[in-house]
């Protein structure tokens, strides 16, 4: 099974810019689908963007422009590239990855977008 951790969190500006990075080990990286979700309190987690085995992506309709997916299976890691901060962009961000009756998710990072 495939183990995720996540980096690349912290503090930006509004309209600043941050990329995510998260590097799998333990299993076929290339096997699986990639996501990105995150979470506020109180609220549910919620999909930021995904990026299939072949590529193909799939957003959040409200970031689609903002932020941007892609993987480097010979790196095993997935990255999300966020411009265009808004301090409503603030929460923990969460790596996932699942293929058939597999699911996992990472310790999360925390994203924090203010001035």
């Known amino acids: 099974q495939v183990q995720l951790v996540e980096s690349g969190g912290g503090l930006v500006q509004p309209g600043g810019s941050l990329r995510l990075s998260c590097a799998a080990s333990?299993?076929?990286?290339?096997?699986?689908?990639m996501g990105w979700y995150r979470q506020t309190p109180g609220k549910q987690r919620e999909l930021v963007a995904a990026?299939?085995?072949?590529?193909?992506?799939n957003y959040a309709d409200s970031l689609k422009g903002r932020f941007t997916i892609s993987r480097d299976n010979a790196k095993n890691t997935v990255y999300l590239q966020m411009n265009s901060l808004k301090p409503e962009d603030t929460a923990v961000y969460y790596c996932?990855?699942?293929?058939?009756?597999?699911?996992?998710w990472g310790q999360g990072t925390l994203v924090t977008v203010s001035s």
């Open positions: 990026i299939t085995r072949s590529g193909g992506t």
């Open positions: 333990g299993s076929i990286f290339s096997s699986y689908t």
């Open positions: 996932n990855a699942r293929r058939t009756y597999v699911e996992v």
